[in-house]
C-alpha cells in the first residue's frame, strides 16, 4: 500500500511540475525587440491578398503598406503594441484596437465582426 501511495505522490509531483512550467511558458510577453520585423496581414486562406507590415523594435512604430490593412481591418492601422496574450494594432486615432490572439510563435489571428478571419503572419526571424 506505502508502494502505491508514494509512486501516486510521485506521479502528482511531477505532473504539477509539468503544469507549472508549461503555464510558465505560455504566459512569457514577446517584448517589442522579438516580434520587430515583417509581417502580413491576410484574410486567411487568402494569403494572395496580404498587405506587408514593418513592427518597429520600437513598440508602437508601424510601417508598410497601411492603407491595404485598413482596408482589410476596417480601421487604419497607426501603431501596434504588445499585451500579455496579443499583439495589438491601433488606429491611428489612437481609440479603436484590434487585438490578435496568439497561435504561434510567428502567428496570430483575429475574428471580424463579420465573421472573417484575419492572420498576421511574421515573414523573418
Request: hydrophobic letters at 40%.
Amino acid at each position: 500500500m506505502k508502494t502505491t501511495v508514494r509512486r501516486v505522490a510521485q506521479a502528482a509531483i511531477t505532473l504539477m511540475s509539468m503544469t507549472e512550467v508549461a503555464m510558465a511558458s505560455s504566459l512569457l510577453l514577446p517584448n517589442a525587440a522579438q516580434l520587430a520585423g515583417r509581417w502580413q496581414l491576410y484574410p486567411e486562406h487568402q494569403q494572395a491578398q496580404a498587405c506587408d507590415l514593418r513592427l518597429q523594435a520600437s513598440e508602437g512604430k508601424l510601417e508598410g503598406d497601411l492603407a491595404c490593412a485598413e482596408g482589410l481591418l476596417g480601421l487604419r492601422p497607426g501603431s501596434w503594441l504588445v499585451t500579455p496574450d496579443t499583439l495589438a494594432l491601433v488606429g491611428g486615432d489612437g481609440s479603436s484596437v484590434v487585438h490578435f490572439s496568439r497561435e504561434g510563435a510567428q502567428r496570430y489571428a483575429w475574428t471580424t465582426p463579420d465573421g472573417k478571419q484575419l492572420v498576421l503572419e511574421r515573414l523573418d526571424q
